[in-house]
């Protein structure tokens, strides 16, 4: 088999993981990271033993990767996505889909296109073994139908955070603030665990740190489900510390709640528990331990011109819940695929 070439676009934070992850990868070759940030770069690509790069066009002509991994603020996702795309070469890309519904939308026509490459999204969460076998046990109807959920987001951000990445405290770089940086992987979790989203309430305020971000660090969110049942997301970026991320479900026969482990009880019956994989020593406690799990499985599909089952269609919905909750809209309909600029007759609460 012929070994895949990577690389890592975007030496931030989250890239470690990726990097990490593509290091324990049999038949894959990091070629190349890339960086607009001189230092960082250079302390990257010394620390990876690889060449490093200032932009993504100059990566795909010097160094021809098969794939790209995209690590970069939000509001590069889209064009870096798109350009890879047009040059043949397959992408994985960080969460968020992207920092606006209109590039979010230009993703999801790119990889739509004829003979586009596969392009992935990092809901890594979807991984867990908690959430997989939760999943599971909605899916079969074990429990019988879910009646309601409770989803607790309580994380620590300092102004320091936000100083040494001024792009994450702003619409223009970040989209948003705690809701598309930080809960967005909730959001993700109770729509796709409940089976989609018909409407969204809620509301986003900046309580703790007004000085050094123009976004958000505090919000709720009410989703209403193709079902009829609602479940609440409560976030906070306020918190004392990082605590882990709960959500309880309701069913007809008993209750499912995931945090640092799942633990299962059935109405009358005998309580079961689903331990968690460990997050890597590299890894910070709250991104769990499910990045490079996501990463195999897409590299497990490299060149098979199958779509990566978290596709820029199946990411949209987080996006839009968070969006609707910023434009105080109503009536929201999940479609995969379906126009999401602003104007969308699907976010118009007059819509008929």
């Known amino acids: 088999m012929r070994t895949i070439r990577t690389a ?12 990490d992850a593509i290091a324990q990868l049999p038949g894959v070759e990091l070629v190349a990271v890339c960086d607009v940030d001189a230092e960082r770069r250079e302390r990257t690509a010394a620390e990876a033993g690889v060449p490093g790069t200032a932009s993504l066009t100059e990566t795909l002509e010097r160094y021809s990767p098969d794939v790209v991994h995209l690590c970069t603020p939000h509001d590069q996702h889209a064009d870096l996505a798109v350009e890879a795309l047009a040059a043949g070469v397959e992408v994985l890309t960080e969460k968020p889909l992207a920092s606006t519904l209109d590039d979010a939308r230009r993703m999801v026509e790119a990889a739509a296109a004829s003979g586009a490459p596969r392009i ?6 979807r991984y867990n073994a908690t959430v997989q076998e939760a999943h599971r046990v909605l899916e079969h109807g074990e429990l019988g139908a879910p009646t309601g959920a409770v989803a607790t987001v309580a994380w620590h951000r300092t102004p320091e955070y936000y100083l040494a990445r001024p792009w994450r405290g702003t619409w223009a770089g970040s989209g948003g603030g705690l809701l598309i940086n930080q809960a967005i992987h909730t959001l993700d979790l109770l729509q796709w665990l409940l089976g989609g989203v018909t409407a969204v309430t809620g509301t986003a305020s ?47 026969h008993g209750t499912l709640r995931i945090a640092q482990e799942l633990t299962v009880l059935p109405a009358g019956g005998e309580q079961r528990v689903v331990t968690e994989r460990a997050a890597p020593p590299s890894a910070r406690s709250y991104w769990g331990a499910s990045h490079a799990a996501l990463i195999a499985d897409f590299y497990a599909g490299h060149g098979s011109g199958q779509p990566f089952w978290i596709s820029p269609a199946e990411a949209s919905p987080a996006l839009q819940i968070l969006k609707a909750v910023y434009d105080g809209k109503r009536g929201f309909p999940r479609r995969p695929g379906a126009e999401l600029d602003r104007d969308n007759p699907l976010l118009d609460p007059t819509a008929t």
Do not use: K
Request: aromatic share 2%; glycine share 10%; charged share 15%.
């Open 206 to 252: 900046t309580d703790s740190l007004g000085e050094v971000i123009e976004v958000e660090d505090t919000a709720t969110v009410t989703l209403t489900h193709p079902s009829g049942i609602r479940s609440v997301l409560l976030a906070t970026n306020g918190a004392p510390t990082n605590l882990p991320v709960q959500i309880d479900i309701q069913c007809e």
């Open 120 to 125: 992935g999204v990092c809901f890594q969460n």
């Open 8 to 19: 890592v676009i975007g030496c931030g934070d989250i890239s470690v993981l990726h990097l």
